[in-house]
């Protein structure tokens, strides 16, 4: 996984470090009406715009991990962040934090529901 959602944070709070200052730096070079316009776009394609496009392909990177893995169906699994919350790891396709041993059900599933899975 190349993306995490603390990193999309806090790249766009970087973002937003500089283009805020750097829009706010233009209102002295543009008219007023036109600033507002100049400032809303900057911080919509240099903050909001990033983050949506790295937030999608992070989705995208996490679907096959939150349905066909071990964590997926476990209850201290994050599945927005794709973080198992018990050990405050990235659980991957090919390892799982704990190695099945702290694995609860997550609903009403049995540990016979899950055998199907390789850990
Ligand atoms: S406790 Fe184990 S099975 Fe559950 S999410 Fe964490 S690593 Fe995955």
Redesign the pocket.
Known sequence: MTQTTGGIVFGALIRAAIVVPLAWWARSWLDYQLWWLVGAALVYGGVIHPAIVQYRRFREEVEPLRTGT??AS????DETAAL????D?H?TLDY???G?????PASEGTYEDYDEYDY
């Open positions: 071990l964590c476990c209850a201290h699994f198992c919350m018990k050990y790891e659980p799982v934090p704990c099945g041993r702290d694995w609860e």
